[in-house]
């Protein structure tokens, strides 16, 4: 039980966030919002401390429950994303009267999802953060009732995301079938002993499996529902469901693959590289086309997905390393990304289109040069933090052997950059559709942030041993 | 020889921090960004001479083996996880380049004061940062660090075309970008490939790498890729007229004499030490195109109607010697029974020269045509004709640049470019007369430029009112004026300089790897 103390604590401290959040009247809002961030912050201390005290890899609940590095570390990014979110998300809220208590609880409860599904050792755990997850960030897309856009957006990730869920489910009850148990330990010692035996159940499961962690990676080919949900919903709920989600689907995707059907890893890897060059070749030629920020963020969010999934195939610890430290790389700069968009929008005014940026350098120099870091960044250009990323990855595709797939993952990074590029020619290069300066959000603990946010993807560029060093630690990477 | 003062770390840092601390000045304080931004790229010149006094050229000691004599080294763990470490060096070669680098860019600072008006301190900036990137190309010893300063110096350089240049600087600047992009991040495979065979990312346990021909092949293509394209070699050389025709003036200069001799430098550092057998099988397919540039690209200067983008293509063919005169080793070393090391030596001294002259005399021929761009703001030939007339002083310093960018002896242009053709003459005849045809191509597209330009009747009523260099401008040219003459009466400092270390390449090609 100590073991789950964070995740005690923050269903505990939500709650009791709701029930205050239901007597304050709309001008104490602020206090949810510092209440939220609070709660988090305490929660994401916790995580570390459990840590601290107890290193080694624990179960709780009879195996359900998983007390690992890993976990930790994704725990501490998907909180940390999700702190930043709240801090970018307050006065775009405000601007559009979607300043309730509704959307710092529902990431919260989407937050505590994540660090379930990151911590699950039992099939119905990983289910269960997953629904928790999955069903929040549906309500959240949705938020905002008065627009067609977000509503259809809403109803489409429903649907679709119940189907995936469903076929998740689906799979579970086959491998369930085929090993009678549901404990993802024990799936893995049962698979190890059965010497082929079930092998067809288990090879269907593991379709449906990689089919359910596909959709909630949005790997190509189940990426349609990305462009959709995150032009439709407002940007402070893609800006969460753009980081968080990605790293809790990283850790569903390591506890599955990894740790219930690590024994079957030549078919779930094979399956994974085909959908990592359809994300790569998927995402990076339809992002060129869009003329819509969010919109090409999110087809380039299916590129990074590619990238990220060429390092979960090598079944290696410094893949799988590589991978998270690609996925926390990922979610950071999504986060500033977004971030910016909150910036610039106005309101009545969505900042969505490129065209937008136009000309930001003319109004506002520091947070140009902000989305160029963060651009650069996405764009894998050194010595930003976005480039070591691939490097890594790269390097664990080519101590596997697969020259090949290395060198599709880079020309394909290259059509990348020329996307990312067209964002930093239209700052700097073009003149701004309106050339007043740039109406700066009174919010200071914002822009802090934000600039924080960019800053930080140079100075953990110049500087990642420490945090290649902790993702190594979690998978026991010998160097 | 190591000093205590980091000498390497503060050539870096020094301009990339002085660049961003003009980013934070504003666009509104114009003078205070030049002065500020002169007094640092100064600074940065003052620091970089230690590095030549200092070098220990006698490095008679020479081991015969892969291993590089490099000084002023400073060593940092960096990232242990994967031995990637912050190793800075720097040999002769490296030291003539940092050198041109610090000098020009106190030169562009210069050029610059009137020419732009709008975000001085970030241009300047600009090029600060991309100042102190190019230093850290040329001084880094650790292939991880060395790729970092490579791919980052596209980014400010991106900018400086992209937001102060010329009418279709967008399309220019893009394609400068993708196409260099695409050329190194092959490389960065080909280099991650290495270090998980040699376990570090030193570039010296790379070049100690035992390597199959096979494998030797693959880097040796990954590699030029990149450095073919940097240089540009012909056909990967399309990039260059776009940018240098679009970039401000500043921008062609720091191209042309500094980012070109990066991928020189590149065959240098990499080709050679680490894919010895594979660049001598090789070795023939670079000489041909490096012929291809100088004669086919020269006669493509000549039917130029813009200044910069004939300038640009006379960059290419000047380039082509460089690269003849880096891989002619490899034919006369390991091919023939009896090698001839004083032609190979010939040969890379005589690249190295080149490279530190062209980049001389073609950024001081961006200059020129910088100056008269700022006054008639035209870079047609057709609309300029006896500039002589009105720009007397003008004209003498273009002439004499001219002069040596068709290689008159007297002038830098001519060692060069002779110790190069004199190697190629040891490796097969037919290489040097093709080489030499040079001194008619490049003195046809020059001197017909200069007449066109300079010389005859004044061509129009702009012409007539154009008023000759005031003093800032005659400084900049000055300064380019003395390299270009001294490098050319006297160029032993800078061979003397880059002895040794071109003396170790060359050793090193003896040994086979595979």
Not at chain 2, 102 to 125: C, D, M, P, R, S
Request: proline share 4%; hydrophobic share 55%.
């Amino acid at each position: 039980m100590q073991l789950m103390l964070p995740e005690v604590y923050l269903l505990g401290a939500l709650c009791v966030l709701l029930l205050l959040d239901a007597f304050l009247t709309q001008e104490r809002r602020g206090i949810t919002h510092w209440l939220s961030i609070g709660i988090l912050l305490v929660t994401g201390v916790l995580v570390l401390m459990g840590q601290d005290i107890r290193p080694d890899a624990l179960t709780a609940f009879n195996g359900m429950y998983i007390h690992d590095s890993m976990a930790a570390v994704l725990k501490v990014f998907i909180l940390g994303v999700t702190i930043a979110v709240f801090l970018f998300s307050r006065e775009y809220l405000v601007a559009r009267k979607l300043f309730n208590g509704e959307f710092y609880t529902l990431c919260s409860f989407a937050a505590l999802g994540a660090m379930l599904l990151v911590s699950a050792g039992n099939l119905v755990m990983v289910y269960l953060g997953l629904e928790l997850l999955t069903l929040s960030s549906y309500a959240l897309v949705g938020l905002n009732r008065d627009s067609g856009l977000s509503s259809e957006a809403a109803i489409k990730y429903f649907v679709l995301g119940a189907l995936a869920s469903g076929l998740l489910l689906y799979g579970m009850s086959m491998i369930y079938g085929a090993t009678g148990t549901l404990d993802l330990g024990k799936i893995h010692q049962a698979i190890a002993d059965s010497n082929g035996a079930g092998h067809v159940l288990l090879s269907f499961g593991l379709v449906f499996l990689v089919v359910g962690i596909a959709f909630k990676f949005g790997a190509a080919p189940f990426h349609m529902w990305l462009p959709d949900v995150y032009q439709g919903a407002p940007t402070a709920v893609t800006a969460f469901i753009g980081s968080a989600p990605k790293l809790a689907a990283f850790g569903m995707a390591y506890r599955l693959l990894e740790g219930a059907m690590g024994n079957m890893g030549p078919h779930w890897q094979q399956m994974l590289s085909v959908l990592a060059v359809a994300s790569l070749a998927v995402g990076n030629i339809a992002a060129i086309a869009q003329t819509n920020l969010k919109r090409m963020l999110a087809y380039s969010t299916i590129s990074h997905i590619g990238f990220l999934l060429l390092g979960l195939i090598n079944g290696t610890p410094a893949g799988y390393s590589a991978a998270m430290f690609y996925v926390i790389s990922y979610s950071v700069m999504a986060t500033a990304a977004f971030g910016m968009i909150m910036l610039l929008a106005r309101p009545g005014f969505e900042a969505e289109e490129i065209d937008d940026f136009k000309g930001l350098n003319q109004r506002n120099p520091w947070f140009a040069l902000m989305m160029l870091l963060t651009m650069a960044s996405l764009a894998g250009i050194p010595p930003l933090f976005g480039f070591f990323a691939k490097l890594l990855v790269l390097k664990s595709v080519i101590d596997a052997g697969s020259l090949w797939l290395a060198i599709v993952a880079i020309v394909f990074a290259i059509v990348g950059a020329y996307y990312y590029l067209r964002v930093i020619k239209v700052m700097y290069f073009d003149t701004p559709l309106d050339a007043t300066p740039l109406r700066m959000p009174h919010d200071f603990s914002f822009r802090l942030a934000l600039s924080l946010n960019a800053v930080a993807l140079l100075a953990v560029g110049l500087y990642w041993g420490p945090l290649i060093d902790w993702c190594n630690r979690a998978f026991h990477v010998v160097v | 020889m190591m000093t205590s003062w980091p000498l390497l770390s503060s050539l870096i840092w020094l301009p990339i921090l002085g660049g961003s601390l003009l980013l934070l000045i504003g666009a509104d304080r114009p003078k205070l960004s030049r002065w500020l931004a002169l007094g640092v790229a100064f600074a940065t010149l003052l620091v970089s001479i230690p590095l030549y006094s200092h070098y220990a050229s006698d490095v008679s000691v020479l081991p015969y083996n892969m291993r590089s004599i490099m000084q002023f080294t400073e060593m940092h763990v960096w990232i242990a996880a994967i031995h990637a470490n912050y190793h800075l060096g720097a040999d002769g070669i490296s030291v003539a380049l940092i050198v041109l680098t610090t000098f020009t860019t106190v030169l562009v600072i210069i050029g610059a004061w009137q020419a732009i008006e709008k975000n001085v301190n970030q241009y300047l900036a600009a090029f600060l940062v991309l100042e102190g990137l190019m230093i850290g190309v040329f001084a880094a010893m650790d292939a991880l660090l060395f790729y970092i300063f490579f791919e980052a110096m596209l980014i400010p350089m991106f900018i400086i075309i992209g937001v102060w240049g010329g009418p279709r600087r967008v399309y220019a600047t893009i394609k400068f970008f993708l196409y260099t992009f695409f050329g190194s991040i092959f490389m960065l495979v080909g280099l991650i490939y290495l270090y998980l065979h040699a376990g570090s990312w030193e570039i010296s346990s790379f070049a100690q790498l035992s390597l199959s021909e096979r494998e030797q092949t693959w880097l040796f293509f990954a590699f030029l890729i990149a450095f073919a394209v940097k240089v540009p070699m012909w056909p990967v050389h399309t990039w260059l007229p776009d940018a240098h025709v679009e970039a401000p003036t500043g921008g062609s200069v720091i191209l042309a004499a500094i980012m070109l001799k990066i991928g020189g430098y590149g065959f240098l550092r990499f080709s050679l030490p680490i894919t010895p057998d594979a660049s001598e099988s090789y070795a023939m397919l670079i000489v041909v195109l490096s012929l291809i540039a100088i004669v086919y690209v020269g006669f493509v200067a000549l039917v130029q109607q813009d200044m910069k983008k004939l300038i640009a293509y006379s960059s290419v063919a000047h380039m082509g010697f460089v690269t003849l005169g880096i891989f002619l080793p490899l034919l006369l070393m390991r091919n023939s029974a009896t090698p001839n090391s004083l032609a190979a030596y010939l040969g890379v001294q005589g690249a190295m020269v080149q490279m530190i002259s062209h980049g001389l005399v073609s950024g001081a021929m961006f200059s020129c045509v910088g100056v008269i761009y700022d006054r008639m703001h035209t870079r047609m030939i057709k609309d300029y004709g006896g500039v002589a007339n009105t720009m007397p002083w003008f004209a003498a310093f273009m002439v004499f640049f001219s002069m040596a960018n068709c290689g008159l002896p007297g002038t830098s242009g001519f060692v060069g470019e002779f110790m190069v053709i004199l190697s190629s003459f040891a490796a097969k005849p037919w290489i040097a007369m093709l080489a030499a045809l040079t001194l008619i191509i490049g003195a046809a597209y020059t001197l017909w430029l200069v007449k066109r330009v300079l010389f005859g009747e004044i061509a129009n009523d702009h012409v007539a009112k154009l008023h000759d260099i005031n003093p800032r401008e005659a400084l900049m040219l000055s300064a380019f004026a003395i390299g270009v003459l001294l490098l050319g009466v006297w160029p032993a400092p800078l061979t003397e300089l880059m002895d040794g270390s071109v003396k170790q390449i060359v050793d090193a090609l003896t040994l086979a790897k595979a």
